[in-house]
């Protein structure tokens, strides 16, 4: 009876003391969610990026650099290949986003894959996205949803035709559109290529050149974050093909999302 007592006290004081980390990293901080494809995720590997923050955590910290919002926690839950069908039929809406706790902003981010990937996407896009904020609404009923326009990505008349529908879409749900395009298509006017990092299968780089792309080749691709290798590769057909964002991208997409959101968070501090 006594054996039994103790570990019932101390189940009782390791559930306590769980809940309370994770209540901790919560309370007193704005939670914002990203959801979207891999424009939303920040999708640069790790490995070529070793000293330059994620995503998200650049998100946070210029949302803190304003110096008069609330502390913030951001969750990417974004995922480079998704589109919305996908993100139900995997089960991964229910696993990683349905019951995240406390969500106050919801960036919403798809369109890329979804034209590229869901059959008659012009009738099916609009109508997974109504789902996806019906879902959103259910599970997260205290956010605001926020829809977000792609970035240039497809070239002008398929980012159009996309956006054209997030905006329906958000018509129809009255809801107001993030638009990130303009901001983006403006930076891209610097340098086409500023903003996306090179991969390039290694098979294509001519062999006189392969001990010089040796430190930047993973799985067979050659992946470049900056323009390092654009004076000696850059002729090569498709070197600038891929158009991901680079480190530089993302932080464009991080510094345009935090003025957004700052200019939300003073209206309601006002209020």
Not at 199 to 205: A, D
Request: charged share 25%.
């Amino acid at each position: 009876m006594k054996n039994s007592l103790v570990i019932a006290l101390g189940l009782m004081f390791a559930c306590l003391c769980f809940t309370s980390n994770v209540n901790a990293e919560h309370q007193g901080k704005v939670q914002i969610l990203l959801l979207g494809d891999s424009t939303a995720e920040g999708s640069v590997p790790r490995r070529l990026r070793p000293n330059g923050p994620h995503l998200e955590r650049m998100l946070e910290i210029l949302l803190a650099a304003q110096g008069d919002l609330p502390a913030c926690h951001v969750v990417n839950s974004s995922l480079s290949g998704e589109y919305i069908r996908r993100l139900f039929d995997s089960g991964r809406y229910d696993r990683d986003a349905a019951k995240l706790p406390g969500l106050d902003y919801i960036f919403i981010r798809y369109g890329l894959n979804d034209r590229a990937r869901r059959e008659n996407f012009s009738e099916n896009f609009p109508k997974d996205f109504h789902e996806l904020l019906a879902r959103l609404r259910k599970d997260h009923p205290n956010a605001l949803l926020i829809q977000m326009t792609v970035i240039p990505f497809s070239g002008e008349e398929a980012s159009k035709e996309i956006n054209d529908l997030v905006f329906d879409v958000a018509k129809k749900e009255k809801l107001e559109v993030f638009d990130i395009y303009p901001r983006y298509a403006t930076e891209l006017k610097k340098g086409p290529n500023m903003y996306n990092y090179r991969r390039y299968s290694l098979e294509r780089v001519p062999k006189q050149y392969h001990e010089l792309v040796q430190p930047f080749v993973f799985k067979g691709s050659v992946e470049v974050m900056a323009n390092e290798l654009d004076p000696v590769l850059g002729h090569l057909p498709g070197w600038y093909s891929d158009r991901h964002p680079n480190l530089a991208g993302y932080n464009v997409i991080a510094d345009e999302t935090a003025k957004y959101l700052g200019k939300i968070l003073r209206e309601k501090n006002a209020q």
